[in-house]
């Protein structure tokens, strides 16, 4: 079985502040892991993914994740946080293939100008 | 950018109606899939769907509900009987390929109320 945690249902950063979104996920293999945004009104937007390699990988709109297999984390990481960023953020993963992904519940993230 | 498009946005209907939810995936895609959302819960899988049949569905998927792909463009989730806990948003999303490493594309959703 996998599970994905996002601890946080909140996150909160001033603008020009870096920002983190943590997950942490549990799957029996490899995990290839996910992170989706969602503005409102809107689908889940696909920002990066990591599935080997290089343990930082870097996304859409500056966004970028830590896989770290120890902690079993892959925390969503910004260097300088925009008003724009201001959505709802849901970590998911896949470990079997052809296994749907597993999704986290989301945590909102709230840039303050 | 092409994008996953469902309709309706919202829809209100009562218990043990029928419901369809209807999606149109991004035209080369050929897996697709349905999650749903119940407020202040995961984001959890449904059905997914390639070459016409179900390649997998989870326990919520039940017999009360069926997919359909009528032509070549629309996917479409139906709820034959829906009770109140089927109230939720409902994802549609598709993708090139299958392999874990292919990413999914969702539509904006459909949010369902059965009162």
């Known amino acids: 079985a996998q599970s994905v945690a996002q601890p946080e249902d909140q996150v909160n950063v001033a603008e020009g502040n870096p920002l983190t979104v943590k997950c942490t996920y549990s799957v029996s293999g490899n995990p290839y892991l996910f992170w989706y945004v969602q503005y409102p009104n809107r689908g889940l937007q696909f920002l990066l993914k990591y599935i080997t390699g290089d343990n930082l990988v870097k996304g859409s709109y500056g966004f970028e994740a830590e896989f770290n297999k120890s902690q079993t984390s892959f925390h969503l990481k910004k260097p300088s946080a925009l008003v724009s960023d201001s959505a709802l953020y849901f970590c998911a993963v896949r470990d079997i293939r052809y296994e749907p992904f597993t999704f986290g519940i989301g945590t909102k993230l709230q840039v303050i100008p | 950018e092409p994008e996953v498009t469902q309709t309706p946005s919202h829809q209100v209907t009562q218990m043990g109606q029928e419901v369809i939810l209807r999606c149109v995936p991004i035209?080369?895609?050929?897996?697709f899939y349905w999650y749903r959302q119940i407020l202040g819960q995961k984001v959890e899988f449904l059905v997914s769907f390639y070459n016409n049949e179900i390649s997998e569905k989870s326990e919520i998927f039940d017999d009360q509900f069926s997919v359909e792909r009528p032509d070549g463009s629309n996917f479409t989730l139906k709820i034959r009987s829906t009770k109140l806990e089927d109230s939720a948003m409902y994802f549609c999303a598709s993708s090139v390929g299958q392999g874990r490493g292919s990413e999914q594309y969702f539509g904006p959703g459909t949010r369902l109320t059965v009162t």
């Open positions: 035209s080369n895609h050929l897996y």
